[in-house]
Structures are given as structure tokens and as C-alpha cells.
């Protein structure tokens, strides 16, 4: 869902980045799962929250200063799939891409996608390959299509980019 920055001023809030601004699906009042370094996770109340293109920000109940986001500090966060948004039609979130078979256009097996990163440019598929990791920019010039019945996440045959 996004990750927690740093604080913003003196009274508990924090700067985030949200995966998805174009639909969140945050609510005040809502517990979301905060996850630490070591894969424990936390349940936090949103008290506030706003979201812009260019900075957004989060406030939970019981962080009343700097010191109560401390903990907080460049974790992720994630709310239960129950509080998504609904989809039309087609449309998937990228979360159900993690875990699919990646193929290239001949139907060959490249790997498995392992990860998703939300940066500002785009998204970026991460695939583990017998080779290693490679990172496929999630665009219409690298991605023929994701199969969400199949499991299947098909991409082009772009000399170098999985070489």
C-alpha cells in the first residue's frame, strides 16, 4: 500500500508515499499493518491522513509527537485485501502480479515475479530467473499482458533486457 518516511513538523504525522494515489483506499478509522525490519507487523489507526500528487502525509492515534513515530520510520505498510477498492472489469491491482510465472512471447518460462516497486516514473516488475533477479519496467513497450486467470505475466522479446 506505501511506506512511511519521515516526520512532518512536531505533532505525530508522518510523510508517506502511497503506491497508489490515484485510488486509496484509506479511511480514518481504519487499522492498517505496519511492517518492521524483521517481518513482525503492527497494527496502526489512521486519526488523519491526506493525499497529493506531490506529498502526502499520515497521522495515527497514540502518536502525539516525533518521538511516538520514531519505530515507524521507513516502514511499509499494507491494509487487508477486504478494504481494496473494487475493481472494474479487467483491471487488477499490482499486488496479484507477485507470484506469477513470467513468459516471454514464445510462451517460454522466464522466472517468477518476486516483487513490485512503485517509483515515481513508473512500475517496476522484479523476476527471479535462474540467472538472478531482473527488473522489467512495467510499460506497454515491455509488457504484452498479465493473464490474472492463468497466473501469467507475458512480455516482449526485447534483445538485452533479459540477457
Not at 499520515?58 to 473494487?86: A, Y
Not at 540467472?131 to 486467470?149: M, R, S
Request: charged residues 25%.
Amino acid at each position: 500500500m506505501g511506506k512511511l518516511l519521515k516526520p512532518r513538523g512536531l505533532k505525530g504525522e508522518l510523510w508517506m508515499t502511497v503506491f497508489n494515489e490515484v485510488d486509496s483506499a484509506l479511511r480514518i478509522g481504519m487499522k492498517i499493518w505496519v511492517a518492521s525490519e524483521n517481518g513482525e507487523f503492527s497494527i496502526q489507526i489512521i486519526e488523519s491522513f491526506k493525499i497529493t500528487e506531490k506529498k502526502s502525509w499520515i497521522k495515527f492515534e497514540g502518536c502525539q509527537n516525533r518521538e511516538d513515530t520514531d519505530n515507524l520510520l521507513g516502514l511499509n505498510f499494507s491494509i487487508p485485501r477486504s478494504d481494496f477498492t473494487p475493481l472494474d472489469g479487467n483491471e487488477f491491482y499490482l499486488v496479484d502480479i507477485i507470484g506469477s510465472t513470467v513468459l516471454d512471447e514464445d510462451r517460454k518460462i522466464i522466472g517468477s515475479v518476486i516483487d513490485m516497486m512503485s517509483l515515481p516514473a513508473q512500475n517496476i516488475v522484479v523476476v527471479k530467473t535462474n540467472k538472478g533477479e531482473v527488473l522489467i519496467p512495467y510499460v506497454d513497450a515491455h509488457i504484452l499482458l498479465f493473464d490474472d486467470k492463468g497466473n501469467n505475466l507475458i512480455v516482449k522479446n526485447i534483445e538485452g533486457l533479459l540477457n
